[in-house]
Every structure is written in structure tokens, then in C-alpha cells.
């Protein structure tokens, strides 16, 4: 598919967000890293994907936050083939909504790295 068709179907726009996650799947626990993030999801890079529709739950500890945020997702295809999956955020509540918004306004472009 092209990328830039597919870019303008998005429901929200992607943020470069550079943070370590921790992915739980009935498969079990995967240590990750976003490369974007979005209020509707965020693209683990250089991971062999769980099949599209595969539900996960994201642990992202976010600047500033002392306890990381949780977030539950489906994982959905990648449409340009880059090694990485795409998780679609589902069932978000308020308060999630709300720090997702304040992170996403707040920083044009954040990268953590673990020392």
C-alpha cells in the first residue's frame, strides 16, 4: 500500500516517541521500543510481530510520570513490511486520554534512552 495513501487514512497523527515498553500477550512478556506514538497507538520497532488482532497490554513509562501507563491494544499490520508492530489502542479510559494528550502537545520529539 502506498504510504502516503495510508497516512492520510489515519485517524490521528503519529509523534516520534522514543520509549522503552513492556508488552504482555497471552505469549508472554516482551521488553520493546516505540518508535511513534499516537492517541490512537504506537509502532514497536524491531520486533517480529504477534499476529494482526492479537490483544496486548503496553507498559510506557512516560517523562515526568513516577508510575508507567498501561494501555490496552490490538496489534494491527504493518503497511509498509518495516520489521516493528503496530499496536491499535482500545478502550481507552479518561484519564488515559488525558496524559496521552499532554505528552503528544507537550513534546515535539522525545527520546529516552535506559543508561
Known sequence: MDRAIHSERRAHARQDLHLEAVERSEAGLYFQRTRN?????????????????????????LPGDT?????????VPSPDGSL??????????????????EILQGMPSVRVTRK
Open 37 to 61: 506514538l499516537s492517541m490512537g497507538g504506537a509502532f514497536l520497532e524491531g520486533t517480529l510481530p504477534h499476529p494482526p488482532g492479537t490483544r496486548v497490554s503496553l507498559e510506557l513509562q
Open 67 to 75: 508510575q508507567p501507563l498501561v494501555l490496552d491494544g490490538e496489534v
Open 84 to 101: 516493528g508492530m503496530g499496536v491499535r489502542f482500545v478502550g481507552l479510559t479518561a484519564v488515559q486520554r488525558l496524559r496521552l494528550t
